[in-house]
């Protein structure tokens, strides 16, 4: 019965165990629930309440029941140890009393053989005695010496084993604390060696990026430098080219010109002169002369034409000097480009990290609004200030709670550079709000990626 009842106390103090887990599970949630969901809250803590009350009564019965069944058991086995115990009492009584009445009888039988007996034996027993005493007390003395000598050696030795055992406890304390303060130095060290690799890698990422920057400039100029000779050395060819045909053009217009004033004063001589011979003469002359002027002015329109084409190689050069121009640009752009992604990719994995931790946070959706909207006013005022941005200065009171509770460094400007303090305008219109019926709806949400990326933007200054 006692064992029964133990394992049914134990049961119930299970069951009891198990109810108060439910309820501390159910009052440590701290998320915000609808009012029906916080009433449903609260009658199911009422009614774990209740089955805890229950089950704790149930158990204390339990209990109670367990404890006077082991009472009673323990009452009931101390009775019989008893009675034994007095049977065996009575029963050995018995015998020493037949052993007794046994003895006297055989004295009797035998007084007068033990008083003679007795006479010798009182001679002997005194010599025996004195033999005895004499013995006794050198025994006695030995006894007593090595007693002394044990009572000493023990206390010896237990002196020696407890400060043995304290000089061990010693030296297991002290070795405790020369590895805690080990282990603490090897983590500081650690953690100091941490904190310098990453100096040294923003560092590094820094000298990384100025030297890439620099590299690029470099080649952006040497490629606008080329372009640009390359440029003036085709304006030079195409100019001189041009002139040369210019003058060649205007040589041969200018000969042209004679050649039809020649033609036209033969003319005139035609009209004039009366005797045949001399017409034939002028005739012949006029042919000769337009023959010229037809030639001097098909070479003057080759060389205008050579002109022209010559003026649009000018401009195709010109054209070309731009596109290199462009080229050049757009290379230099691409090389900064492709420096800056190597730079991010070392501390992409950061960035991810911060990202993903960030984005995955809950929050309201209200306060998730207010945050987009501060966000855009911020936005529109970095790319309006450029690189005169500055987080420490720019940033409204509001965000740089938002950026502390989320654990993002707000990054400052670097020494040198003056940032614009923006007066910002307090207070704002009035927006009358609609009653509407509310609905029941989720009320949280997570910051999201694009959020998390737009904060982290804002943190930072335009030239990190």
Same mark, same amino acid.
């Given at each position: 019965?006692?064992?029964?009842?133990?394992? +049914?106390?134990?049961?119930?103090?299970?069951?009891?165990?198990?109810?108060? #887990?439910?309820?501390?599970?159910?009052?440590?949630?701290?998320?915000?629930?609808? #009012?029906?969901?916080?009433?449903?809250?609260?009658?199911?803590?009422?009614?774990?309440?209740?089955? +805890?009350?229950?089950?704790?009564?149930?158990?204390?019965?339990?209990?109670?029941?367990?404890?006077?069944?082991?009472?009673?058991?323990?009452?009931?086995?101390?009775?019989?140890?008893?009675?034994?115990? @007095?049977?065996?009492?009575?029963?050995?009584?018995?015998?020493?009393?037949?052993?007794?009445?046994?003895?006297?009888?055989?004295?009797?039988?035998?007084?007068?053989?033990?008083?003679? @007996?007795?006479?010798?034996?009182?001679?002997?027993?005194?010599?025996?005695?004195?033999?005895?005493?004499?013995?006794?007390?050198?025994?006695?003395?030995?006894?007593?010496?090595?007693?002394?000598?044990?009572?000493?050696?023990?206390?010896?030795?237990?002196?020696?084993?407890?400060?043995?055992?304290?000089?061990?406890?010693?030296?297991?304390?002290?070795?405790?604390?020369?590895?805690?303060?080990?282990?603490?130095?090897?983590?500081?060290?650690?953690?100091?060696?941490?904190?310098?690799?990453?100096?040294?890698?923003?560092?590094?990422?820094?000298? +990384?990026?100025?030297?890439?920057?620099?590299?690029?400039?470099?080649?952006?100029?040497?490629?606008?430098?080329?372009?640009?000779?390359?440029?003036? #050395?085709?304006?030079?060819?195409?100019?001189?080219?041009?002139?040369?045909?210019?003058?060649?053009?205007?040589?041969?217009?200018?000969?042209?010109?004679?050649?039809?004033?020649?033609?036209?004063?033969?003319?005139?001589?035609?009209?004039?002169?009366?005797?045949?011979?001399?017409?034939?003469?002028?005739?012949?002359?006029?042919?000769?002369?337009?023959?010229?002027?037809?030639?001097?002015?098909?070479?003057?329109?080759?060389?205008?034409?050579?002109?022209?084409?010559? @003026?649009?190689?000018?401009?195709?050069?010109?054209?070309?000097?731009?596109? +290199?121009?462009?080229?050049?640009?757009?290379?230099?752009?691409?090389?900064?480009?492709?420096?800056?992604?190597?730079?991010?990719?070392?501390?992409?994995?950061?960035?991810?990290?911060?990202?993903?931790?960030?984005?995955?946070?809950?929050?309201?959706?209200?306060?998730?609004?207010?945050?987009?909207?501060?966000?855009?006013?911020?936005?529109?005022?970095?790319?309006?200030?450029?690189?005169?941005?500055?987080?420490?200065?720019?940033?409204?009171?509001?965000?740089?709670?938002? @950026?502390?509770?989320?654990?993002?460094?707000?990054?400052?400007?670097?020494?040198?550079?003056?940032?614009?303090?923006?007066?910002?305008?307090?207070?704002?219109?009035?927006?009358?709000?609609?009653?509407?019926?509310?609905?029941?709806?989720?009320?949280?949400?997570?910051?999201?990626?694009?959020?998390?990326?737009?904060?982290?933007?804002?943190?930072?200054?335009?030239?990190?």
């Amino acid at each position: 019965k006692a064992k029964k009842a133990k394992k +049914l106390a134990k049961k119930a103090k299970k069951a009891v165990r198990k109810l108060l #887990k439910k309820l501390r599970k159910i009052l440590r949630r701290k998320k915000k629930l609808s #009012k029906s969901a916080r009433r449903a809250r609260r009658r199911l803590i009422k009614r774990i309440k209740k089955a +805890l009350r229950r089950k704790q009564r149930i158990a204390r019965r339990r209990a109670r029941a367990a404890r006077r069944a082991k009472r009673r058991a323990a009452i009931k086995k101390a009775r019989r140890n008893r009675r034994r115990a @007095l049977r065996r009492r009575a029963v050995l009584k018995k015998l020493a009393k037949l052993r007794r009445r046994k003895a006297t009888a055989a004295r009797r039988r035998r007084i007068p053989m033990i008083k003679k @007996l007795r006479r010798l034996r009182k001679g002997l027993k005194r010599r025996k005695a004195l033999k005895r005493a004499r013995r006794n007390r050198r025994r006695a003395a030995l006894k007593r010496a090595r007693r002394n000598r044990r009572r000493v050696n023990r206390r010896r030795s237990n002196r020696r084993a407890a400060a043995i055992k304290k000089a061990r406890r010693n030296r297991r304390r002290s070795a405790l604390k020369r590895a805690r303060r080990a282990r603490r130095a090897v983590l500081k060290r650690r953690r100091a060696a941490l904190k310098r690799a990453r100096r040294a890698l923003i560092k590094r990422q820094r000298k +990384l990026k100025r030297r890439a920057l620099k590299r690029a400039r470099r080649v952006r100029r040497a490629a606008l430098k080329r372009a640009r000779r390359a440029c003036k #050395k085709a304006k030079r060819r195409a100019l001189k080219r041009s002139r040369k045909l210019r003058r060649k053009g205007t040589r041969a217009k200018r000969i042209a010109r004679r050649a039809i004033k020649r033609v036209r004063k033969l003319v005139r001589k035609l009209r004039i002169c009366k005797s045949k011979r001399a017409a034939k003469r002028v005739r012949r002359a006029l042919r000769r002369a337009r023959r010229v002027a037809r030639k001097l002015i098909r070479r003057s329109r080759r060389v205008c034409k050579k002109v022209k084409r010559a @003026l649009k190689r000018t401009k195709r050069a010109k054209r070309v000097c731009k596109k +290199l121009k462009r080229r050049a640009v757009r290379r230099a752009r691409k090389a900064k480009r492709v420096i800056l992604r190597r730079l991010k990719k070392r501390s992409s994995r950061r960035y991810k990290k911060l990202i993903k931790r960030i984005s995955t946070t809950v929050i309201k959706r209200k306060t998730s609004r207010k945050i987009r909207k501060l966000l855009r006013k911020v936005l529109r005022k970095q790319r309006k200030l450029g690189k005169r941005y500055c987080p420490k200065k720019h940033l409204p009171r509001k965000l740089k709670k938002v @950026l502390k509770a989320l654990k993002i460094k707000i990054i400052k400007c670097r020494k040198g550079r003056k940032a614009r303090r923006v007066r910002r305008r307090r207070g704002g219109r009035k927006v009358k709000r609609s009653r509407r019926a509310r609905r029941a709806r989720r009320r949280v949400a997570v910051i999201g990626r694009k959020l998390a990326r737009a904060l982290l933007r804002v943190s930072k200054c335009k030239k990190f």
